[in-house]
């Protein structure tokens, strides 16, 4: 079975609802661009891992702000 033909079975599979979602995803230029990405190759650099194991931990420890708090924060 090729990559297409096992696609095409996927979404005869999918209910109706689900099916329109996905559609309408791929129809949204923003979305569709970030499916169709490229994917990021370039090795992570000693700062990017930093950056990643702070965000982790501030995650952990419930350090963060839902998106109404940073909106009232910044005034928005």
């Known amino acids: 079975m090729t990559t297409k033909e096992a696609l095409h079975h996927l979404i ?4 109706e609802a689900q099916a329109e979602r996905l559609l309408s995803g791929m129809l949204d230029p923003v979305l569709r661009s970030r499916v169709l990405a ?6 992570e650099s000693a700062d990017e891992a930093a ?4 965000g982790t931990a ?3 420890r419930g350090d963060v ?7 009232r ?3 928005l």
């Open 58 to 60: 501030d995650l952990d």
């Open 12 to 15: 005869d599979d999918l209910p």
């Open 51 to 54: 950056a990643v194991t702070e």
């Open 73 to 75: 924060e910044l005034g």
């Open 38 to 43: 490229p994917v990021d190759d370039e090795p």
């Open 65 to 71: 702000l839902t998106t109404e708090q940073l909106r």
